[in-house]
Each structure stands twice: as C-alpha cells, then as structure tokens.
C-alpha cells in the first residue's frame, strides 16, 4: 500500500493575506487548486514541482480539473502576483511546506536516533558529553511520539471496534425460511418484492431452493446470491416464454359437456323406442281380444305402424 504522505495545515489558513487576494480572484475553486497543488508538492522528490516539459501544465490541469491554460496563468499568477509560490526556471514550489517538512523531518530524525539509543543499537555515550545531552532531549521527542502513536492506535481501534459492531447488528436481524434452502430476512424479501412482483419472487426462491437442495451449496446470503445470478435466470425463462403463469384447461370441460349431450340425446332416442314396442304390443293385444286381425281392408299383417293410434 502506497504510504499516505501528510503535512501540517493551519485551520485559518483562508485569512492569510496572500491567499485572501487570490481567492478575490479565483474565489473557492482557486483555494481548491492551491491546495491540489500544494498536495502535489508534498507527494514529490525535494517537495518541488517541475515544468520543464511542454506537457506539465495538462498534468497539473488534469488534478486541477481544467484545461492547460488556465491551469498556467493560475499557477503564474501564485507565483508573480500572489506570491504564494516560489519559483526558478526548471522548478516551483510552496516557502511554507518547506519550512515545515523541514522541522518534521527534524523531529522524524531526533526520534529515530533516541529509539536506537533505547534499544541498544549504537553504543551509548559518555555520561555528561554534549551527544549524551542531546540523546536526552530525543528521549523526550520519542516519548512524545510514543503517546502520539498510541493514541493514534486507539483512534483506529475505536473506529474498527464501531464497524464491528454495526455488522454485528446487520447479522443479527432475524431471517425467515421462505423455502426448505433458502432463508430471507423480511426486508430482503419486500425489497424483492417491490423490485420484481411477488410472483417473480416466488420464483426466484423455487429455483435458488432446488438448485442449493440439489448440489449442497450454501451461500453467506442467499439475497445476494439471487441478485447475483437468480434474478437473471427468471428473466431468461421469461424471455423463453417457460415461466408463464397456468391458465385452466376448458377442452375437458367442452369434451365432457359434448359426451353429456350425446347421452342424453342417445337416452331419449331409446326412451320413446320403448315406448314404440311396448305400444304396439298393447294395441296387438287388445285387437286379438276383441277377434280382430288386420286392418279394416282384410290385411293379414302383424299390424301397422298405425296401430298405436287405433281407437280404444
């Protein structure tokens, strides 16, 4: 990881003077700029900027968000006007950030030498030489660093201990099993819902539930794991016309209404059949009761078709 340079930075540096008449002119976005480059300077070799090549201005337009001529005149006028930066002919810079990466880097060195001295890694001075006198006043750099350093610390582990605890209340919101597999937390679920319809939903949960049943998988969310690829797959069937909801089939109905009516029409046709015979029969009987055969013109036949409307 690349090291997160930093340098002191006054809280009213806005009412310096120098910057206050470069703001009447640039307003806020050149007080961005000076800072952009400032940053820049702090991340570069000897703290200096160079502008030897015909490209460096789109370099520093480029961290400044404007175009190359603009970025040249604000950078000339910081330097000859505002007088914010210094300059020779291959190089510009902040007087400022010098000044203060010197004592830092200072300080840096002072600490250093004390934290050797501590550990034994060079041999410790005479008692009472002046190096003896210096290394005390590192001691006390280093102690000063030391306390800096773990404060610093705990900062950091305030700040992680209060992540952890936010995930630790993300984790215990309490899931539902909406299928044998696959389990959701209510939000999870309206929020399904109301991106793809209940319907979809109910889907998606089918075939995340088969397919995990099916080969053992186990995901760390199963709401994930549907944004991830299920949602996909629903609209792919969808797309192929596979996932349609049912309709209810009426040629059943129709064959079975069609077979009822032939019964029927099949029954009446037998009924009055029936009814022919057994007519006739009667109407034989009757006539050989009273001594007749055939009909009123000496036919000898078994009787007419008639013969049901004989007069009784």
Known sequence: MKEAYYFSHDSNARHDPKITAMRGVYGSEGYGWYWIL?????????????????????????????????????????????????????????????????????????????????????????KGSSED??????????????????????????????KR????????????????????????????????????TKRMIEILDNYKGANNKKYASDYRAILNWVVKRVEEEEQKGGYRQAKPFNGGQAASSKHDANSQAQAGQDSWSFTDRGSNQQDRQERERRGLSGDSHGSTGTGSKYDMFVRR
Not at 133 to 162: H, I, P, Q, R, T
């Open 165 to 200: 605890n936010k995930n630790k209340l993300k984790d215990n919101t309490p899931k539902i099993k909406f299928a044998e597999f696959v389990s959701l937390t209510q939000d999870e679920y309206d929020k399904l819902v109301l991106a793809h319809s209940e319907d979809r």
């Open 38 to 126: 400032v940053e820049m300077m702090r991340e570069s070799n000897g703290y200096k900027l160079d502008m030897r090549s015909k490209y460096a201005y789109y370099a520093f337009a480029s961290q400044m968000q404007c175009d190359s001529e603009m970025a040249h005149k604000f950078i000339q006028d910081c330097i000859t006007e505002f007088d914010l930066f210094a300059a020779d002919a291959t190089h510009f810079w902040s007087t400022s950030l010098l000044r203060r990466m010197e004592k830092k880097e200072e300080k840096s060195e002072k600490a250093r030498k004390a934290a050797e001295a501590r550990w034994g890694k060079k041999a410790a001075p005479d």
């Open 133 to 162: 006198v210096g290394n005390d006043e590192c001691d006390l750099d280093a102690n000063a660093y030391a306390d800096e350093s773990k404060n610093d610390a705990l900062k950091e582990s305030k700040v992680k201990e209060s």
